[in-house]
């Protein structure tokens, strides 16, 4: 009976030994960083916004002139076209998950032979918000082992923000926010639109209140934008060409001065982003605003 005692307690020894030895395990796959890489920008700019360095991502040119910001690790590698990455460089890189929206799903037969895609949506009809981006930013903190980051960078953005609303004149008029396609095309942003999200959070109300697309813009001719009393607000980057020809258009002046307000510009911010791009579009917004009534 002794021996069979000493079995026992051995046996014990090593199911509690082999327990915590697999619980480390886990714990440390969970805690681990993951390779992971985005081929949308707005999951891009969330992932390195989290504190994440993402192993590769799709057209770094791009990014850099439509989102700007936060700037991309100098490990991340490029993997070409978002349409058509690289996959034989992807497959390199061994990536532990792969992230896309559903503008992209075309390519999740060819992704998924290297590893795990996951499909996120944000941009759809009625789902831009502060509270749907803040979904969104929680869905990648999730899927990434970044919960706590995530909630911090929700919390120090709602609070930049609320900075950001004390520095606006409480007389600013509504904003007109647009992107020359051409000069004589606009983006004009409105309802479920980031753009609109970023100035709403610091006070600011827009003048656009047609409809649009799930995008949050209507694509209109310039002389749509008659007789609106507002604050013309041009987001960059502007088509090569469209500012030169715009300095000469006399319909395009005349359209500003009966705007009551001069035209204002603005540096980019990825007009399809989340937090990261919200805070970056409302923090310029308020510094041009400011510049403005410094003149």
Request: no cysteine.
């Amino acid at each position: 009976m002794g021996k069979d005692f000493i079995k026992m307690k051995h046996s014990k020894i090593l199911i509690i030994f082999f327990a915590f030895f697999a619980s480390n395990i886990l714990h440390a796959e969970q805690t681990k960083p993951l390779r992971v890489m985005s081929i949308d920008w707005t999951q891009t700019e969330t992932l390195i916004a989290l504190g994440i360095k993402p192993i590769a991502m799709a057209q770094q040119s791009g990014y850099e002139a439509w989102v700007k910001a936060p700037a991309i690790p100098s490990t991340t590698a490029d993997v070409g076209l978002r349409t058509q990455p690289n996959l034989e460089r992807l497959s390199e890189l061994k990536p532990d998950k792969i992230f896309i929206s559903p503008m992209f799903t075309s390519l999740i037969p060819k992704l998924s032979h290297i590893a795990p895609v996951t499909n996120i949506t944000l941009y759809k009809q009625d789902n831009i918000s502060w509270d749907g981006f803040k979904t969104f930013t929680r869905r990648l903190g999730d899927e990434t082992n970044a919960q706590a980051e995530a909630e911090t960078l929700i919390s120090s953005s709602e609070k930049k923000l609320a900075d950001l609303a004390g520095q606006i004149a409480k007389d600013t008029p509504p904003l007109l926010m647009v992107q020359f396609m051409d000069s004589r095309h606009v983006r004009v942003f409105g309802a479920n639109s980031m753009y609109k999200v970023a100035a709403n959070k610091i006070g600011l109300e827009t003048a656009w209140k047609e409809k649009t697309n799930a995008w949050g813009f209507t694509l209109v001719g310039i002389d749509k934008l008659m007789n609106t009393k507002s604050q013309i607000i041009i987001i960059k980057p502007i088509p090569v060409g469209a500012a030169e020809n715009l300095q000469q258009d006399l319909f395009w002046q005349y359209l500003v001065k009966q705007s009551g307000q001069p035209a204002l510009i603005v540096e980019p911010a990825w007009s399809f982003g989340a937090i990261p791009s919200t805070v970056r579009f409302a923090e310029l917004l308020t510094n041009t605003l400011s510049n403005k009534e410094k003149q």
